[in-house]
């Protein structure tokens, strides 16, 4: 049966998303003052993602290390923006990572609170849903002690109880299920196959093709930023297998000279290549038209160069011989000068007494 497309739960257009490589903390701060960001190093995690999602579909998003995985989860999630490109969710979103959201200072009872409390529910909502939560993290006495004394595992059942009681729209799991013990994991496992039934979308982000076999009807396989291959999960898992087993084959430096033209390919990457591949797949140019989100504009950096010259400037002008900064002084302040001043004046009259 075919899927309407009111049934879109989940639709990317063009998604990119683009890393400033800067050396020190230093280099972050001069940049603001740099009308041309043509001497910073860029980097491409993403470079223009077209995904479409339905409801109740489970999708596993598979590749290697460093292809942008993490990065496309975090912008489903909106933890991140994109760069470029248009995002279409249809409905409220969920992430579960290892410790995700999760303040290390606090017990586990306080995190689920003030996660709760984040999500907008009310403290008697939270007093209803608490006992359940607690239930399914099956943490213990462990409930009530600080989160940086737990385990991986136990911060992920944490982070998994939380999430899925918040019933969002939009699961999005993050190597969470990689940890923990197996009767966690079938625990979660059944919940997973009820949002399903719920006709809720769940993208599953894992290096266990086990795990995206069992769980998933879809597989994005993600490649240094690019969509390599999207399609039903046997055929999809199966091309990355032999793609795994060819990579093994290769000698270290042939390895090594692969990995290196990626990343150089996406070192490379710019605007005008993103237009050409848009138009290759039939988008509008208003799909990557406009500023790139997070960066600020030209005029936006002159007008702060302008505010901080002008500040200065203004810290230099005195005004019958008192400086422009000390008209904006508090009440105390200006006091404590008239006083000093006052005091100076007595002095020097009683010194001139004696001298008298």
């Given amino acids: 049966m075919l899927k309407q497309e009111e049934n879109v739960k989940v639709e990317l257009k063009m998604i990119t998303k683009e890393f400033d490589l800067y050396k020190k903390k230093s280099d972050k701060v001069k940049s603001l003052f740099r009308f041309s960001g043509k001497n910073i190093p860029h980097f491409w995690g993403l470079k223009g993602i077209d995904l479409k999602v339905y409801s109740g579909e489970a999708v596993g998003l598979i590749g290697i290390n460093g292809s942008g995985k993490s990065t496309l989860s975090n912008i489903l999630a909106g933890i991140i923006p994109q760069t470029t490109g248009q995002m279409t969710i249809n409905g409220e979103t969920s992430i579960i990572a290892i410790g995700a959201g999760l303040k290390p200072q606090l017990t ?41 004394n737990y385990s991986s595992g136990m911060r992920s059942r944490l982070g998994f109880a939380i999430a899925v009681h918040h019933n969002p729209d939009v699961l999005i799991i993050d190597e969470a299920l990689s940890v923990g013990d197996d009767t966690f994991y079938q625990k979660c496992v059944e919940r997973i196959f009820q949002f399903k039934e719920q006709g809720k979308t769940i993208f599953f982000v894992s290096h266990s093709l086990p795990q995206i076999q069992s769980l998933c009807d879809k597989v994005a396989w993600i490649h240094y930023g690019n969509l390599r291959e999207y399609g039903e999960t046997e055929e999809v898992v199966k091309h990355y297998n032999e793609f795994i087993s060819w990579f093994r084959t290769q000698s270290a430096a042939e390895k090594k000279k692969y990995q290196d033209d990626y990343k150089k390919q996406q070192k490379d990457f710019n605007l005008d290549k993103l237009k050409e591949s848009a138009e290759a797949k039939g988008h509008s140019p208003e799909v990557i038209k406009g500023p790139k989100i997070g960066k600020m504009s030209i005029f936006t950096k002159a007008l702060l160069v302008l505010i901080i010259i002008s500040m200065g400037f203004l810290g230099t ?40």
């Fill in 108 to 148: 586990g009872l306080e995190n689920i609170r003030l996660k709760c409390l984040m999500s907008g529910f009310t403290n008697e909502e939270i007093d209803d849903m608490l006992d359940d939560i607690k239930a399914f993290a099956d943490l213990g006495d462990f409930i009530d002690q600080p989160v940086k």
């Fill in 317 to 356: 002008i005195s005004v019958k011989n008192k400086s422009f900064k000390s008209f904006f002084a508090s009440d105390d302040v200006k006091i404590e000068q008239v006083q000093k001043s006052q005091d100076n004046h007595l002095t020097a009259k009683v010194n001139d007494g004696f001298d008298n």
